[in-house]
């Protein structure tokens, strides 16, 4: 005798499963998250006539091999375009370390007259699919500060 497994799970059981299907779908990867990560950007006083012309440089609160370096990406609130890094790379502790020219930094920057606070926004994505944005301020001026 051939027993069938549809009594024992009830119908409504099986209904109910079949229009949570319908209505949420299944789906075998979930959704990709964003992750909001502490950054530091450095030097966190950006004197644009200065004789300094080394990078600006952004630390970021993020496993390097957890990021597709290629995706990395950063905004200031002064403009939409964003700038790509020179160069990407893990710090001692193997976070994500990315170095940004001072020229293509001014380039976001507009014109700024006296001392303005800028803040900053590096995103990315994560080689799991997801991915990740942080902010940070850096007081941005045109000369050096009097002596």
Known sequence: M?????PIIGADVLLAAFVMTALFGLSTTPAAAQDVIPIQVSPSAIILSSAHSGPVTVHADI???AVASGTVLLYCDRD??????YITFPDDRGQLVAKFRLGDVIGILGTISGRVNVT???TGDTNAGGSFTGSDDAMVRQNPAPK
């Open 2 to 6: 051939k027993k069938s497994v549809w």
């Open 63 to 65: 496993s390097y091999s």
């Open 80 to 85: 939409p375009n964003p700038i790509k890094p």
């Open 120 to 122: 900053f926004t590096l």
